[in-house]
């Protein structure tokens, strides 16, 4: 991956620390504070985004911070008023007040959901197999994107803000009459794939009925008011519109937000960074049933990741969801086991900013998971581009003298620092990173396939092909390194 290294924002920065009320400007960042500063100032390297907004939750500390600009060149850094579009994260929200029905009685998982509709349909079965409650809540009801064109243009990046305002106007008999016209073409419960409206909308439709409540006064009967998020909201009024930040696309263009389509229930409502720390805390009150219903798994298609109450929930116990409209994307990630938890939000979206809101997830989450150590990739990486051999020996000594507060236990530290040098065909810094993380790691197969690609790509074959050979001795699976092997074998 090529880096770009010179930062094209004015990075600003504001943290509320609970019972924190000092600047810090002279004191030593905290381990979740450095996670935040530096992972967001790396993602602020790429000209595509304008700001990044993280909320943390740890052990009962919240923290927040804010970095960059709401619109390039103006010099205006969201805060904790500021007002985001969670979009699909909504669906979490359906999920707790369904996981709420089934332990009310009000329905079950396994339930035909032509059980709580008015009217007969026939069409909401294939092969004798009807669509249940924990298909919609997973994804897995074989309904489709295609679900009638109408709503179709609520997701579609290319219908006109006209054309998707329209939606809101659609009342249920619409959604119902286009639900008796919809063909299944495969089993429900066998194949996960992405519902953004109807699904949720179904369910909507299913809790107004059994609990004779409608949508919004259920979330906010069950949630908002019990999370005490007053600044979480589906229809903002004219001092809220003020704070809803400006969102673009990842070529800069400034796009519109988007309409609510019936309830909202699966992608409609705004919130704060602040109001979202809440929710994390509220999602991780041990002694709700409602919140142990919710993280139950319903269904799963990979080991590494199942389906809940709309939650992705992983190995390690963590349930996540994410969002995006066509301007804004943000995730909110969940650990029990750590009593921790985040969000962080983008102003804008696309393909580029997609890949950078699970980079910086994902390395969040490491740096909880490491807590209270600090990631040494950030210092390391500084020197490192500075001078690499001055680099290499500040690794060193970083190691040596400060290991009890720097994570070194993590080998994509130098790994990803190399592919950065080699992306940017540095190819001799390149191959002295990755000898160094060889010998950091000699009993892994990674850094051995790390350096012989360097070597490749420098044209030193042979110390390519022997580097190969030990990754793939290391880890025989490494189809990377058996299809190098052969290659190299051809070059030599």
């Given at each position: 991956m090529k880096a770009k290294f010179s930062l094209l924002f004015i990075v600003l920065l504001i943290f509320n620390c609970k019972e924190e009320h000092k600047g810090l400007q002279n004191k030593t960042l905290s381990a979740i504070e450095y996670s935040m500063v530096n992972n967001a100032n790396l993602i602020l390297e790429n000209p595509e985004i304008n700001s990044v907004s993280i909320g943390v939750y740890k052990d009962g500390e919240t923290y927040t911070g804010y970095y960059g600009e709401i619109d390039r060149g103006s010099n205006n850094l969201p805060t904790d008023t500021a007002i985001f579009e969670i979009a699909s994260v909504t669906k979490s929200f359906t999920g707790i007040i369904t996981a709420q029905a089934v332990l009310d009685g009000k329905l079950k998982l396994d339930d035909d959901i032509r059980d709580y509709l008015d009217d007969s349909y026939p069409n909401l079965e294939f092969e004798d197999r009807p669509i249940q409650i924990r298909d919609l809540l997973t994804h897995s009801s074989g309904i489709r994107r295609d679900f009638p064109e109408i709503y179709s243009k609520v997701v579609s990046l290319d219908a006109t803000h006209e054309e998707r305002s329209n939606v809101i106007n659609q009342n249920r008999e619409v959604l119902l009459k286009d639900l008796h016209q919809y063909k299944l073409d495969t089993i429900p419960g066998l194949r996960y794939e992405y519902s953004p409206v109807i699904a949720p909308e179904i369910l909507a439709l299913i809790l107004d009925k059994v609990y004779d409540k409608p949508y919004l006064e259920l979330l906010n009967e069950q949630i908002l008011n019990k999370a005490n998020m007053s600044h979480t909201k589906m229809t903002l009024n004219a001092s809220e519109i003020h704070n809803l930040i400006n969102s673009y696309n990842d070529q800069g263009q400034l796009v519109e937000s988007m309409p609510i389509p019936m309830t909202g229930a699966g992608g409609g409502l705004k919130s704060t960074i602040p109001d979202i720390i809440k929710y994390i805390k509220y999602l991780l009150e041990t002694d709700n049933p409602v919140i142990t219903e919710m993280q139950k798994p319903l269904f799963v298609e990979d080991e590494d990741d199942m389906n809940g109450y709309f939650w992705i929930i992983n190995n390690d116990g963590e349930f996540m969801h994410n969002g995006g409209t066509h301007g804004s994307t943000n995730w909110v990630i969940v650990s029990p086991k750590l009593n921790a938890g985040f969000t962080v939000m983008f102003n804008s979206n696309g393909d580029i900013s997609g890949t950078l809101i699970n980079r910086i997830a994902n390395r969040i989450l490491d740096d909880l998971e490491n807590y209270p150590k600090k990631n040494a990739f950030f210092?390391?990486?500084?020197?490192?581009?500075?001078?690499?051999?001055?680099?290499?020996?500040?690794?060193?000594?970083?190691?040596?003298?400060?290991?009890?507060?720097?994570?070194?236990?993590?080998?994509?530290i130098l790994n990803r620092i190399g592919y950065e040098l080699l992306g940017n065909e540095q190819n001799e810094d390149a191959i002295k990173v990755f000898k160094l993380l060889v010998s950091e790691f000699p009993n892994e197969g990674n850094p051995y396939d790390s350096l012989g690609e360097a070597y490749f790509t420098?044209?030193?074959?042979?110390?390519?092909?022997?580097?190969?050979?030990?990754?793939?001795?290391l880890n025989p699976k490494n189809d990377n390194a058996r299809k190098m092997i052969e290659e190299l074998k051809s070059v030599i």
């Amino acid at each position: 991956m090529k880096a770009k290294f010179s930062l094209l924002f004015i990075v600003l920065l504001i943290f509320n620390c609970k019972e924190e009320h000092k600047g810090l400007q002279n004191k030593t960042l905290s381990a979740i504070e450095y996670s935040m500063v530096n992972n967001a100032n790396l993602i602020l390297e790429n000209p595509e985004i304008n700001s990044v907004s993280i909320g943390v939750y740890k052990d009962g500390e919240t923290y927040t911070g804010y970095y960059g600009e709401i619109d390039r060149g103006s010099n205006n850094l969201p805060t904790d008023t500021a007002i985001f579009e969670i979009a699909s994260v909504t669906k979490s929200f359906t999920g707790i007040i369904t996981a709420q029905a089934v332990l009310d009685g009000k329905l079950k998982l396994d339930d035909d959901i032509r059980d709580y509709l008015d009217d007969s349909y026939p069409n909401l079965e294939f092969e004798d197999r009807p669509i249940q409650i924990r298909d919609l809540l997973t994804h897995s009801s074989g309904i489709r994107r295609d679900f009638p064109e109408i709503y179709s243009k609520v997701v579609s990046l290319d219908a006109t803000h006209e054309e998707r305002s329209n939606v809101i106007n659609q009342n249920r008999e619409v959604l119902l009459k286009d639900l008796h016209q919809y063909k299944l073409d495969t089993i429900p419960g066998l194949r996960y794939e992405y519902s953004p409206v109807i699904a949720p909308e179904i369910l909507a439709l299913i809790l107004d009925k059994v609990y004779d409540k409608p949508y919004l006064e259920l979330l906010n009967e069950q949630i908002l008011n019990k999370a005490n998020m007053s600044h979480t909201k589906m229809t903002l009024n004219a001092s809220e519109i003020h704070n809803l930040i400006n969102s673009y696309n990842d070529q800069g263009q400034l796009v519109e937000s988007m309409p609510i389509p019936m309830t909202g229930a699966g992608g409609g409502l705004k919130s704060t960074i602040p109001d979202i720390i809440k929710y994390i805390k509220y999602l991780l009150e041990t002694d709700n049933p409602v919140i142990t219903e919710m993280q139950k798994p319903l269904f799963v298609e990979d080991e590494d990741d199942m389906n809940g109450y709309f939650w992705i929930i992983n190995n390690d116990g963590e349930f996540m969801h994410n969002g995006g409209t066509h301007g804004s994307t943000n995730w909110v990630i969940v650990s029990p086991k750590l009593n921790a938890g985040f969000t962080v939000m983008f102003n804008s979206n696309g393909d580029i900013s997609g890949t950078l809101i699970n980079r910086i997830a994902n390395r969040i989450l490491d740096d909880l998971e490491n807590y209270p150590k600090k990631n040494a990739f950030f210092p390391v990486r500084k020197e490192i581009h500075e001078n690499t051999d001055n680099g290499l020996e500040f690794y060193k000594e970083l190691k040596t003298e400060k290991g009890n507060k720097f994570d070194f236990n993590d080998s994509s530290i130098l790994n990803r620092i190399g592919y950065e040098l080699l992306g940017n065909e540095q190819n001799e810094d390149a191959i002295k990173v990755f000898k160094l993380l060889v010998s950091e790691f000699p009993n892994e197969g990674n850094p051995y396939d790390s350096l012989g690609e360097a070597y490749f790509t420098n044209e030193q074959y042979d110390l390519s092909l022997e580097n190969y050979k030990k990754a793939l001795e290391l880890n025989p699976k490494n189809d990377n390194a058996r299809k190098m092997i052969e290659e190299l074998k051809s070059v030599i």
